[in-house]
DNA sequence: CTGAAAGCGCTTACAG
DNA sequence: CTGAAAGCGCTTACAG
């Protein structure tokens, strides 16, 4: 790169100190009360020149970034490139910028993004955390770093967080499968111990209690890992003993697999299999019968998260738990 | 946040300076000949202490941050999702972190992230860049910033780039389609001048009139930033009067936008329209008849940006240009 | 009203 | 083999 313009080529430049442009430059012209006449030399100078402060300094002296780590389970799903457009644009509204990063809820990676957004002096996180990551995240908080989770929180511990009320969530869904005649409901899960899958889970089965279904409760758990492949035999082979008329799905990617399983095990929705898929996704509408599914709202919990998350830099401790309610989008899938 | 840990802290807790801290925890100790006892206790303090160096402090001394810009669109697009999980796998191979931004394919947005990230002295650039910021992108090639264009390039300017062989794309698109004897082809495009939607568009002509239909050429452009409904609307008025039995779109959106339309307007697919979509999406294999589509090498294209980011920011200062081969992924939507 | 100076936490050329 | 010191480009408490 060229010789980069510092505060020092415009002080010279004008022929005062550094302290005089760095004041006018950052509006404290008043304050200082600089000369009229001196500030505009100086204001001319920094256009003429080019000048771009190095943010890079600034932070080191002021011992602050603005900047966001966001770090996500993968920004290549919508879901979270969704959150993740949302997030971008509050953090800008408050002039920061987000750095992110994937961690494929693998504890090694996360850990590692951790680190280095630490290194970097990240003024706060926000962070879909991964399973047995906790010691990461109590660190976090050891070290007061601003911090919000995301999507799932850590129940032993004590932070802000944002996420869904998912126990309600399929509760309903399950209610409304049954309003729809349907009684052999199953579910097909996450293998994963956190809480957001839990909870799904939770709802899943104690609505399958109160509609004394007790009996009914199937639920197949997948590995976040699998290939889309892997998945799609594993919920086809259910498809082929069929021992369900109904099937939740607990994730979008869940859903998708499963929709590539009915499809090549050509079951008719909902004649033979009613369907409630997670999340929104464009395939869901062009299924031959239109997708009922569970809908966060996702604009809302971006804003919310980055909301807290400001508010925690800004020097609040106090920390804010927020659940939000989905809504069931009820369409052709269900009867 | 609590007290940091320093370079100094460690020193003064071993009884040596900073320097040779530094170089220990650098590496450089057999190059430097520290004592192997010395090394040992300032690596023993080092984890005691749970030291974390300070990346900016690093930064500013060093005048490189390890950083890449990522300005995309929209981070929210699968395309660009995808695209910015491969990024930053490799950048993060070469410990490097990215930071990004969406433009929106808007010149004042893009303007405002480009000085954002100058200030925060990233280390390079990929850009899908927006129509009319050349001069954006033009200050940077002047401030001699490593840069790689993605996507799209701009023609008047010497920079590296990766991009789609966005006219053979499309020009094998019209062939196919003849081949499965279409003629009154149609095509569905962005009102947008960058190369990447001129050359679809001139591959589209080029083939209509080699396989002499000129007289059918008909291309129908749509503004970038319509929503979606609006997109819809508009394809749906070309199919009421249907003009064509066969269209190309020239993006992923304009893909689902027109199988939205063609939906609502219960076309039968490839009966009385044939379809090829652009890039990939779960919505077309769900469709009536699955599309066909043109696919872009996704992995390669951000593989190789970051290569070649990498190749400039170690100094070579050799503008490379990448023009990839799509893949026609021909199924029933063209008979 | 304006400037000299310290200092943020590192790295590295230099001296011994 | 090791350390003192300069310096990256800023901000800001302080002095005058």
């Given at each position: 790169m060229s010789k980069k313009v510092s505060l020092k080529d415009i002080a010279t430049k004008v022929g005062v100190s550094t302290a005089t442009v760095s004041y006018v430059l950052n509006g404290l012209e008043k304050e200082k009360r600089v000369g009229v006449e001196v500030a505009k030399k100086i204001k001319d100078a920094a256009r003429e020149l080019n000048y771009m402060p190095n943010q890079i300094a600034r932070s080191l002296r002021k011992g602050s970034t603005n900047t966001i780590g966001l770090i996500v389970a993968d920004i290549a799903n919508p879901f979270f490139g969704q959150l993740a457009r949302i997030v971008e644009d509050e953090a800008i509204k408050h002039n920061y910028t987000v750095i992110f990063?994937?961690?494929?809820?693998?504890?090694?990676?996360?850990?590692?993004?951790?680190?280095?957004?630490?290194?970097?002096q990240v003024d706060g996180f926000i962070i879909a955390p991964s399973e047995g990551c906790k010691s990461q995240i109590n660190a976090l908080i050891n070290r007061e770093v601003p911090l919000v989770l995301i999507d799932r929180y850590l129940?032993?511990?004590?932070?802000?967080?944002?996420?869904?009320?998912?126990?309600?969530?399929?509760?309903?869904?399950?209610?409304?499968?049954?309003?729809?005649?349907?009684?052999?409901?199953?579910?097909?899960?996450?293998?994963?111990?956190?809480?957001?899958?839990?909870?799904?889970?939770?709802?899943?089965?104690?609505?399958?209690?109160?509609?004394q279904l007790e009996k009914?409760?199937?639920?197949?758990?997948?590995?976040?890992?699998l290939p889309r492949q892997e998945m799609e035999k594993i919920i086809g082979e259910m498809l082929t003993h069929l021992i369900?008329?109904?099937?939740?799905?607990?994730?979008?990617?869940?859903?998708?697999?499963?929709?590539?399983?009915v499809k090549t095990?050509?079951?008719?929705?909902?004649?033979?299999?009613?369907?409630?898929?997670?999340?929104?996704n464009e395939a869901f509408d062009f299924f031959d019968s239109p997708l009922t599914y569970i809908k966060q709202p996702l604009e809302q919990m971006g804003r919310e998260s980055?909301?807290?998350?400001?508010?925690?830099?800004?020097?609040?401790?106090?920390n804010q738990h927020i659940q939000m309610a989905s809504k069931l989008i009820t369409r052709a899938s269900c009867g």
């Open positions: 990063g994937s961690s494929d809820e693998d504890c090694v990676k996360s850990e590692a993004l951790i680190d280095t957004f630490v290194n970097r129940p032993q511990l004590n932070t802000s967080y944002v996420v869904l009320d998912n126990f309600t969530a399929v509760y309903d869904a399950v209610t409304h499968l049954v309003e729809k005649g349907h009684r052999r409901i199953g579910m097909v899960a996450y293998e994963n111990s956190l809480i957001h899958m839990s909870e799904r889970i939770r709802g899943y089965k104690e609505a399958m209690i109160d509609h009914e409760i199937r639920i197949k758990k997948i590995a976040y890992n369900s008329d109904a099937l939740i799905f607990a994730t979008n990617a869940l859903s998708l697999a499963g929709l590539y399983a095990n050509q079951k008719k929705v909902p004649e033979e299999l009613a369907l409630i898929g997670f999340d929104g980055v909301r807290i998350l400001l508010d925690e830099m800004k020097g609040n401790t106090e």
